[in-house]
């Protein structure tokens, strides 16, 4: 039966405030089902507030035989971290 | 027993709930996918729930140590009040989903009118109720809808399960002793008034269905007063063999 159902990527935020994260993926035959299909696989431990979902094949992936050119002249600037002052305590998810 | 039209009332109305969760825990690791397999299972589990709610209510009611696990566990046949819609076997996914349909239309106009009943625990479990029978009522009708107008053999299938399980619909607006009593008292919910309701609402999603409406205007019957069809007593030997051989036992 899923021969026949395309790919959907799930992405579930959490709560309030907070972004949506991809969590899974899963089959349904349009975006209607995929998102009933997420909440009954996704969230049925109180898991979310909100749910996206997108067909995998609209999503464009890096290619990981391009990932020493992408993301390795980033392993050695330590510089662009904004670790180098104090945050308040009051500033969460951050 | 004190109020034994209230107990007996309430097993009317829990006892659907416990059978249909049963025949859609039987479909737990087979549904026809993960997704729906899981859809499935968690319906079956949001049925449990009420149930518990209203046989711990039901043994409050009988005293005399009787607890819910008693109740669901350790009745025969004939003692189970549901009707015999939801005891039909899970033929193939379109049973399951016209079955699943025929029974949510009907629970959510129930539990809409249980929300306006004077005992206030019926009440409580109507209300934190709806919400998830109404979720089970849009994840069948979808589907009576997708599969009733999809492909040529899904069409067939659902017409088919809806030819048989017609049958089985008049009984949900059937009155026993004790629903009439507690109508009176303004406790029961007056299935009779719901009959209306109820049809136009399953034949305007079949007529979207493309599904035609079965003519046939003869019945069955029973259920309610513990005549059941033979598909009960198999789900019972199932559902009741741990109580039976291992009595008193506690997970």
């Known amino acids: 039966m899923n021969n026949n159902w395309p790919l959907w990527e799930v992405f579930i935020r959490s709560k309030n405030g907070l972004e949506h994260k991809h969590c899974g993926s899963l089959h349904a035959s349009d975006a209607e089902m995929a998102l009933e299909n997420a909440r009954d696989v996704y969230t049925r431990r109180m898991e979310g507030v909100s749910i996206w979902v997108v067909e995998s094949k609209d999503i464009t992936a890096s290619n990981p035989d391009n990932n020493g050119e992408l993301f390795e002249p980033a392993q050695d600037k330590v510089y662009r971290h904004p670790t180098f002052y104090i945050l308040p305590d009051e500033l969460k998810h951050m | ?251």
């Open chain 2, 1 to 251: 027993m004190k109020n034994e039209n209230l107990y007996n009332y309430i097993l009317g109305v829990a006892d659907n709930s416990l059978i249909l969760g049963q025949r859609l825990g039987e479909l737990c690791g087979h549904g026809p996918s993960l997704e729906t397999d899981i859809a499935c299972t968690n319906v079956s589990l949001d049925l449990f729930g009420q149930v518990r709610s209203y046989f711990q209510y039901a043994a409050e009611i009988a005293g005399e140590g009787k607890t819910e696990d008693d109740i669901a566990f350790l009745r025969r046949e004939r003692e189970y009040k549901n009707v015999l819609l939801v005891e039909q076997p899970n033929t193939d996914f379109g049973y399951t989903i016209v079955r699943q349909f025929l029974f949510d239309v009907y629970h959510l106009l129930f539990l809409e009118e249980m929300q306006k009943s004077q005992d206030k625990t019926l009440v409580a479990i109507a209300k934190k109720s709806i919400k998830e029978v109404s979720y089970h009522a849009r994840f069948s009708t979808d589907w009576v809808k997708r599969l009733g107008d999809g492909s040529e053999e899904s069409q067939q299938r659902i017409q088919k399960a809806v030819n048989s399980l017609w049958t089985y619909t008049d009984e949900l607006f059937h009155q026993t002793e004790a629903d009439k009593a507690m109508v009176e008292v303004g406790v029961a919910v007056d299935v009779t008034t719901l009959k209306d309701a109820y049809y136009t609402k399953v034949n305007s999603v079949l007529e979207i269905a493309t599904i035609d409406i079965p003519e046939s205007k003869w019945f069955q019957k029973g259920g309610k007063n513990g005549v059941h069809t033979e598909h009960l007593g198999y789900l019972l030997a199932d559902m009741q063999y741990m109580q039976r051989s291992y009595p008193g036992m506690e997970w």
